[in-house]
């Protein structure tokens, strides 16, 4: 077997609300049955979603439904009961913060390698015994045949996993968060994966799986063998200060402890370094994906060699502040990042407010997951697809004059605190999705006289009967009659 095909890559209507719900409030439990696939959010406007601790649906539901529990588990959602629901196919990121345990789809089929990759608090996963495709043994679950380790959930208490011998597949985040795992064993006649010192390998040790985020040594040498290695492979190992290299490795390198690759592509900062601001080494050209995940780093100092960063960089680190020092192509305002003239990323906890300067474009999920809590958006060419969205701190948005749309899907996705938005007069699109899963909005302010088109699920998960929408006073009958505004109840003049 190729030892790279141990690894699975996955790619990234109208609703009609004829519903049944209830609610348990004595165990703080809601059961939910969809008519209607997408739906769900349409539910329980009346209910307590804010205090359900477990959430059980019956019913047909798809990825929008799957976006307005990610949106109400940031309040303190235990358990995810899906046993009942009609979804055969798991191929959504279930990245939720919260909930513990989940159950899944008695008729699912197939589930996506990197699923539950960002679950952090999962404890349990629990299937259904005559369910022919999967199996959980011990909380972790596999296929059926035990071949393929499907699922581990990150906070299982095991300080030692022993992987079965016929495993063969397992996916390339398995082990990320799993941080009581002190040590990998692999039972004897696994022919594709073999540990060492604990460390998890593939048999010719070509591929680094998974470094135990428990193990208590505060060094490690990557062996000379390795020529890939997961880029969750390190997620959470506090001891680890330092990551030395074998002199006869030829795909990596160390610098000061912190892992580089031979293009000079920055990896892995250990999560064990006492140190808040780190200089890029002048080597680094490029920053790898989650490369500060777990460190405690707050102030990052760019280097002037530095052209590129990964799309997910900064992401899971502690970093609120970044210099560019003598970077001649990279400058930072508010917490933000502009490559040349495009917003690029945020500081991942700058908490300030975001006011972005003059731009050609804002960059695909530039700030998603950021800590910040209001944010102005200056006319831009191009505004990248999600690009504020699961923002769970954001409270207020603004868009200034001249902008006349988002121009890409989701632009609030699932930003569960965002309570206030202003539309200026030039704004004429609400895009696809752009609010969907803002629970919390409590009001928008569209100053728009030309009343802007709406596309579908723009508005999924925003309470419209509390929601107040302000628009100017010539134009309020307008808004009232037309058949998309007219949903939201509260409609007022601007003051």
């Known amino acids: 077997m190729n030892v790279l095909s141990l690894f699975k890559k996955i790619a990234y209507c109208s609703c009609i609300p004829v519903l049944f719900s209830s609610c348990n409030q004595g165990n703080k439990t809601l059961n939910v049955t969809v008519k209607e696939v997408g739906t769900l959010y349409k539910q329980c406007y009346d209910k307590d979603w804010a205090n359900a601790k477990k959430l059980a649906i019956t019913g047909p539901i798809n990825e929008n439904d799957i976006a307005f529990i990610k949106a109400i588990d940031n309040n303190g959602l235990e358990e995810l009961d899906l046993s009942k629901a009609d979804i055969q196919h798991l191929k959504f990121y279930f990245d939720f913060n919260k909930f513990s345990t989940i159950v899944l789809p008695n008729r699912v089929e197939t589930i996506s390698p990197e699923a539950f990759q960002c679950c952090t608090n999962l404890k349990e996963i629990r299937i259904n015994k005559d369910n022919t495709k999967f199996i959980s043994i011990d909380g972790v679950l596999y296929s059926a045949d035990t071949t393929r380790l499907v699922v581990y959930p990150a906070k299982l208490q095991n300080k030692t996993y022993t992987i079965p011998a016929k495993v063969t597949s397992i996916s390339n985040c398995m082990f990320a968060q799993?941080?009581?795992?002190?040590?990998?064993k692999v039972e004897e006649g696994n022919k594709v994966l073999t540990a060492t010192n604990g460390v998890l390998y593939s048999k010719d040790k070509k591929i680094l799986v998974a470094y135990p985020a428990n193990k208590k040594d505060t060094t490690f040498v990557l062996p000379a063998e390795v020529e890939h290695i997961s880029w969750t492979a390190f997620w959470g190992a506090k001891s680890l200060k330092s990551i030395t290299v074998d002199k006869k490795n030829t795909n990596y390198k160390?610098?000061?402890?912190?892992l580089i690759d031979q293009?000079?592509?920055l990896l892995c900062v250990p999560a064990g370094r006492e140190t808040e601001t780190f200089t890029l080494p002048q080597c680094?050209?490029?920053?790898?994906?989650?490369?500060?995940?777990?460190?405690?780093?707050?102030?990052?100092?760019?280097?002037?060699?530095?052209?590129?960063?990964d799309k997910w960089a900064l992401h899971g680190s502690q970093i609120d502040a970044i210099e560019t020092a003598n970077?001649?192509?990279?400058?930072?305002?508010?917490g933000v990042l502009y490559i040349g003239k495009t917003a690029?990323?945020?500081?991942?906890?700058?908490k300030g407010h975001v006011k972005l300067k003059e731009?050609?474009?804002?960059?695909?999920r530039a700030f998603q997951r950021s800590q910040f809590e209001e944010i102005t958006v200056t006319p831009s060419m191009v505004i990248g697809p999600f690009f504020c969205s699961?923002?769970?701190k954001l409270k207020k948005a603004t868009f200034e004059e001249g902008i006349e749309t988002a121009k890409g899907l989701g632009a609030f996705y699932c930003c569960t605190g965002l309570e206030e938005v202003d539309l200026p007069s030039t704004f004429n699109l609400i895009t696809n999705r752009m609010f969907l899963g803002c629970i919390s909005l409590k009001s928008i302010t569209v100053r728009a006289e030309n009343i802007p088109e709406i596309e579908r699920h723009a508005f999924d998960g925003v309470d419209l009967q509390n929601c107040t929408l302000y628009v100017p006073a010539k134009s309020i009958e307008k808004y009232k009659s037309n058949e998309d505004w007219c949903q939201f109840k509260n409609i007022k003049a601007i003051k």
Do not use: R
Not at 178 to 184: G, P, V, Y
Not at 254 to 258: D, H, L, P, R
Not at 288 to 304: E, I, R, W
Not at 359 to 364: H, K, V
């Open 178 to 184: 799993a941080d009581s795992i002190a040590e990998f």
């Open 254 to 258: 160390s610098v000061n402890g912190v």
């Open 359 to 364: 731009t050609i474009s804002i960059d695909e």
């Open 263 to 265: 293009s000079n592509k």
């Open 327 to 334: 970077n001649k192509n990279m400058t930072v305002s508010d």
């Open 344 to 350: 690029f990323t945020c500081a991942p906890s700058y």
């Open 390 to 392: 699961y923002n769970n």
């Open 284 to 309: 680094v050209t490029n920053i790898g994906t989650y490369a500060f995940q777990s460190s405690p780093v707050k102030k990052l100092v760019l280097n002037d060699s530095l052209y590129k960063l």
